[in-house]
């Protein structure tokens, strides 16, 4: 793994002069959940009107100090005990210091020599089932800055402040991702994990995970690349995008006798190409030192342990558990722990019931359902409870798998439970002989030419089944049925 | 040490200072000088001393997480030197 | 009118209690008094009519007995305190229209306390100086001259308008703030009386930062007991300041009449080998010789590493104000210089927002944490940084003050050291390795020079002792020659 160079890379892109080989690091911006801000009591929700979340700290007035969350250190915590990370007892705050308007002090808080969590590794399943180790290099805290608008209008850029202060955690790996399927999977992955911590809530739509991704080629078994740094993409997709059109880039130049540049760019959402970002800030001098306003933040273990404590059973976990206590193979289990909800709900509808059949359930009828009426797991009009019963009068033949699928339908409507349904429209399956034979009875009766035909041909004999099951609106046991058929013809 | 013309002028930029050319002299000599004075830090041998940002001892309080600030906008637009729309407004930034 | 020469804050406040005068007469006698004294160029802003409401409303709760303890006495307010409603400028271009929508602790802890803000007091632009020559509003006046002399004086500074004002009666407090000496140079300038308390025991939310990790606010008073009497009422633990201390606020005034027999103090060798003004030599032996007197053991000590403390001062003062700085960039307040772009914007508002010595000290900042240079400068000046704070932790094992003269010389002329950036930093020699180390140290006028400038001799004790500051300090009040005040020659009738 790792930067070593391998002959054998996992993926590689094959151009005109062989085979390339991609390197790529992430360094992730996550929203940090938590009701105020990192260093001041304003509200850290997302949106709201300009400059409505905004106190004198964050929009750095003369004489303004920051005074540290409790609660968004404890997050960094979690996150780094979940990332199986060391948790540094000692760590720093230093100022970042830049210009731009939507960072007021002129600086911004963060963390450089010494952060608040060290390495950690990351398990991600690749697409063939195959495992590979991402490593964490480190976690720490920082400062978000506010938002910039550009088309408000033509002359001016609008500076709202809402942001500027909110917690984020930035999570650096090492460069060990090959491909962008690779990146995708990982950052979902680290989602998972967050929002399993509920550390981050993951959405990246409102900004609340962004990625600046590093990104090299080389040829097998060289030595690393120059990279390149694709600022704050916000989508899991863009990321995959950025990372195909800049891999394909760089081996272009390359390939054409240039050389790659060092430089920071931008992924356009519109053309699905990076660029080179037009404001340079060629000198990158951040003179980094340690902020005069804050003390070294000093953890003792009493503190940690708590947390530690705390610590929900996360995805890998989760996913060994489900396998080995229920069965279950690995592409059901990664479906049931991708949310730690879904894998939630299925642990009480399987209660004592067939674990298989549950999955099924839920990956199927239940999430195509969900999808249908754009509702989370935890606004389902079905309970878990309820999917229980249902799957019940399955197991004991009261529903066959038809009628279950209507009753399924009724419960997204009514919310009732599914025996009520039952009871109330006598949806019941047929099960005892003599009502299915009278119904056998008259559909052989009825189509005599019929009966004589499927003597020639018994395959025939599902057209008389399906006559029955109709006449019953779907509710003679089908099983029954067939064997009554077989039985009243001769065959 | 002393300091060149070319490093004042990064300094400057890092800073977003503007100098004006006759400046830019008077500042070599005078930060030339107070380099070349401060150098005289060389003679302590610092040798596994800790560097000390801050004479206090202790460590960082924290507070909880409570939201009891933050609606400040109109104070903070109240010294604005161009607003619009509850927004500060600036030259147009491009990226 | 009520003659305030003659007046300080216990006085004051002793009179209001007794009903001597009214709150409002007082304020309405200082309003006088600062009317005719605007040759000393000491106040920037000016609130009179407000403080004659509030005199008012001092009045009726002296009546009713319901005061703070320093209700009704008029105070000046150094303008690096962010005010509510009152203009604060730093004394910079850059913020000559700035009017905070909040107020710092300490005053508000000072006007709870019950004083009137008479106006907001000149300092050097955002506290860089030391005479009080970068103000944006022009040199502030010493009312001490020589004998027979009528060259104008700096006051000192960075807290030249403070000193200079208490020194001329034109208040009878004024807070100050002390980054490398801001509070006692000036103080040893103008024969006041300036306490630098424990980095940590004033906060410093809503001050305007200049070298967050060494800036202190303070008193500058006309007696120690007056110190003591402000300071009892700045100080406290504000958890809106992650470097306020939580540290009880003991009762300073029952300090001021302790027997000093089993006290020591230590005179630092290395001090001894500075360049001093031959009678300022002799006043420290003076002082020295009153301790002895009254059965105070007197010790030699030895602090190292503090000649190198000036210049380990001057990396890192520098350096945090460059970032401190930052955030006067015309964007969100203060002034602004619209250029072709935002770069220009920034650049422009800037550099014409700024004075020289701020300019200076923020490239002299950004150049000494930049890639390359940051080792070799800041974090070597921080490691020096520890050794002189080692070298007072060893001192204080053995004694229980340190004494030393304020500063090398008394005050020198307007326009002397101005152009000479060196001559001028060394005024802090004596001063600044207390802000390294972050102790308390006070600044008490201990006599006149052979031309009859006032001179201060410095106090040092250890973290959070101002109490031993106090005890010690009445003693150099009561041993000295009586120190007559200025002339009033300034007064324009």
Redesign the interface.
């Known amino acids: 793994m790792s930067e070593n160079n391998n002959r054998n890379p996992r993926f590689v892109i094959e151009s005109q002069t062989g085979d390339w080989e991609v390197v790529i690091g992430l360094e992730i911006h996550a929203q940090i959940t938590?009701?105020?801000?990192l260093f001041?009591?304003?509200?850290?929700s997302y949106g709201g009107?300009?400059?409505?979340?905004?106190?004198?700290?964050?929009?750095a007035?003369p004489g303004m100090l920051p005074?540290?969350?409790?609660?968004?250190?404890r997050q960094a915590i979690k996150t780094g005990l979940g990332l199986k990370a060391e948790i540094n007892n000692y760590s720093v705050f230093d100022r970042k210091n830049y210009?731009?308007?939507d960072l007021p002090q002129g600086y911004q808080i963060s963390q450089f020599k010494y952060p608040i969590v060290g390495e950690g590794i990351v398990k991600v399943t690749l697409k063939d089932g195959s495992d590979i180790y991402v490593r964490i290099e480190r976690l720490h805290l920082e400062q978000d800055a506010g938002k910039?608008?550009?088309d408000?209008?033509?002359?001016?850029?609008?500076?709202?402040?809402n942001r500027s202060g909110i917690a984020l955690m930035e999570i650096v790996t090492k460069p060990d991702l090959r491909s962008a399927d690779e990146a995708k999977l990982f950052v979902t992955k680290l989602r998972t994990i967050l929002r399993y911590l509920e550390t981050c809530d993951g959405n990246m739509e409102e900004g609340s995970l962004r990625a600046d991704i590093n990104v090299s080629v080389r040829k097998p078994g060289d030595e690393l690349g120059t990279r390149c740094e694709i600022k704050n993409v916000n989508s899991i997709k863009f990321i995959g995008m950025a990372i195909d059109y800049e891999s394909r880039r760089q081996i272009d130049e390359i390939e054409s006798g240039n050389e790659i540049i060092q430089e920071t760019r931008?992924f356009d959402v519109s053309t699905g190409k990076t660029r080179p970002?037009?404001?340079k800030e060629e000198?990158h001098?951040y003179?980094y030192?340690?902020d005069?306003d804050?003390?070294?933040?000093?953890l003792d273990q009493g503190f940690i342990d708590e947390i530690l404590i705390e610590l929900p059973e996360l995805p890998d976990d989760k996913k060994d558990r489900l396998m080995d206590q229920y069965k279950l193979n690995s592409y059901d289990a990664d479906i049931l722990v991708s949310d730690r909800k879904f894998a939630e709900y299925f642990e009480v509808v399987a209660k004592g019931r067939d674990p298989k059949l549950s999955v099924n359930w839920i990956s199927g009828e239940l999430f195509s359902a969900l999808n249908r009426l754009s509702l989370d797991i935890d606004q389902s009009p079905i309970s878990a409870d309820n999917l229980g019963e249902l799957i019940d009068l399955i197991t004991d033949g009261t529903l066959s798998g038809r009628l279950a699928k209507d009753v399924f339908e009724i419960m997204l409507e009514t919310q009732k439970s599914a025996k009520i349904i039952v009871n109330e429209q006598g949806m019941s399956q047929i099960t005892d002989e003599s009502s299915i034979e009278k119904l056998v009875d008259k559909i052989i009766n009825e189509n005599a030419e019929k009966v004589a035909q499927v003597k020639e041909k018994p395959k025939m004999v599902g057209w008389f089944v399906g006559q029955v099951i109709k006449e019953s609106k779907g509710k003679a046991n089908p099983s029954k049925v067939n064997e009554l058929v077989l039985k009243k013809i001769g065959l | 040490m002393t300091?060149s013309k070319d490093?004042?002028l990064?300094?400057?930029?890092?800073?977003?200072?503007?100098?004006s050319e006759d400046q830019i002299e008077k500042?070599e000599v005078?930060?030339s000088?107070?380099?070349n004075?401060?150098?005289?830090?060389?003679?302590?041998d610092?040798e596994n001393?800790?560097?000390?940002?801050?004479?206090?001892t202790?460590?960082?309080?924290?507070?909880?997480?409570?939201?009891?600030?933050?609606?400040?906008?109109s104070?903070?637009?109240?010294?604005?030197?161009?607003e619009?729309?509850?927004?500060?407004?600036?030259?147009?930034?491009?990226? | 009118m009520i003659d305030v020469r003659i007046l300080d804050l216990s006085s004051i406040r002793d009179s209001l209690k007794k009903g001597d005068f009214t709150s409002k007469e007082l304020v309405e006698s200082y309003i006088e008094r600062i009317e005719g004294s605007s040759k000393l160029n000491t106040y920037n802003t000016t609130t009179f009519e407000q403080a004659l409401d509030r005199a008012a409303i001092s009045d009726g709760k002296i009546k009713k007995d319901e005061t703070g303890p320093l209700e009704g006495i008029p105070i000046g307010i150094k303008d690096l305190f962010c005010t509510h409603g009152v203009k604060t400028t730093a004394s910079s271009k850059i913020l000559e229209?700035?009017?905070p929508?909040?107020e710092s602790t300490v005053t508000e802890n000072l006007f709870k306390s019950g004083m009137i803000m008479l106006g907001k007091l000149s300092n050097d632009e955002f506290a860089m100086g030391s005479s009080n020559e970068t103000s944006a509003n022009g040199a502030v006046v010493n009312p001490w001259r020589s004998r027979n002399s009528e060259k104008e004086l700096v006051p000192g500074g960075s807290s030249g308008g403070s000193s200079a004002a208490v020194a001329a009666s034109l208040c009878p407090l004024a807070t100050a703030t002390d980054t490398g000496g801001s509070i006692r140079q000036p103080a040893a300038f103008t024969g006041t009386v300036g306490l630098k308390p424990t980095?940590?025991r004033c906060s410093r939310w809503g001050i305007v930062a200049f070298a967050s990790?060494l800036d202190q606010a303070g008193p500058i008073t006309k007696t120690v007991r007056d110190s003591a009497l402000a300071l009892q009422v700045m100080a406290g633990y504000d958890?809106k300041d992650?470097?306020s201390?939580?540290i009880e606020v003991e009762n300073f005034e029952n300090y001021m009449n302790s027997n000093l027999n089993s006290m020591s103090i230590g005179i630092p060798k290395e001090f001894e080998e500075l360049d001093l003004s031959p009678d300022i030599r002799k006043n420290w032996e003076e002082a020295i010789q009153w301790y002895k007197e009254s059965g105070v053991n007197i010790k030699s000590i030895n602090l190292p590493?503090c000649k190198?403390a000036l210049?380990?001062y001057?990396?890192i003062a520098p350096a945090e104000a460059?970032s401190n700085l930052?955030r006067y960039?015309?964007?969100?307040?203060?002034?602004?210089v619209?250029?072709e772009?935002?770069?220009?914007?920034?650049?422009?508002t800037?550099?014409?927002g700024?004075g020289d010595e701020v300019?200076?000290r923020?490239?002299?900042g950004?150049?000494v944490l930049?890639a390359g240079y940051y080792d070799a400068?800041y974090?070597?000046?921080?490691?020096?940084?520890?050794?002189i704070?080692e070298d007072f932790t060893e001192a204080f094992k053995t004694v229980d003050a340190i004494l030393t003269p304020t500063t090398p010389t008394t005050a020198f002329g307007i326009g002397e050291n101005i152009s000479d950036?060196?001559k001028m930093y060394s005024n802090d020699i004596l001063t600044v390795p207390v802000n390294?180390?972050?102790?308390p140290a006070i600044s008490i006028p201990s006599g006149l020079d052979s031309s009859g400038l006032p001179m201060g001799i410095q106090l040092i004790t250890n973290?959070f002792d101002e109490k031993s500051l106090f005890k010690l300090g009445k003693l150099i009040e009561e041993s000295r020659v009586n120190i007559e005040m200025p002339t009033d020659w300034w007064i324009k009738k």
């Open positions: 938590s009701n105020s801000k001041s009591g304003s509200s850290a009107e300009p400059m409505s979340h905004v106190s004198l700290v964050d929009a007035m005074v540290i969350n409790k609660q968004c250190v210009f731009y308007p910039s608008f550009h408000i209008d033509p002359q001016s850029s609008y500076i709202d402040l931008l970002m037009r404001n000198a001098d003179r030192f340690p005069p804050l003390l070294p933040l000093n | 300091i490093r004042i990064k300094i400057a930029n890092l800073a977003k200072i503007s100098i500042l005078e930060i000088s107070i380099l004075w401060v150098e005289t830090l060389n003679e302590v610092t001393i800790e560097p000390m940002s801050n004479s206090l202790n460590f960082l309080q924290m507070r909880e997480d409570i939201v009891n600030d933050g609606e400040k906008g104070d903070i637009l109240s010294n604005s030197p161009a619009d729309k509850s927004f500060f407004v600036v030259p147009k930034v491009i990226e | 229209n700035f009017i929508p909040y980095y940590g990790s958890n992650s470097t201390a939580n590493h190198y210049p380990a001057y990396i460059s930052a960039d015309g964007v969100k307040y203060g002034k602004r619209l250029g772009d935002l770069d220009s914007l920034y650049k422009r800037r550099g014409e700024f300019k200076r923020i490239l002299m950004t150049y930049s400068y974090l070597k000046a921080q490691k020096v940084r520890r050794l704070h950036p060196l390294l180390a972050g102790l973290h």
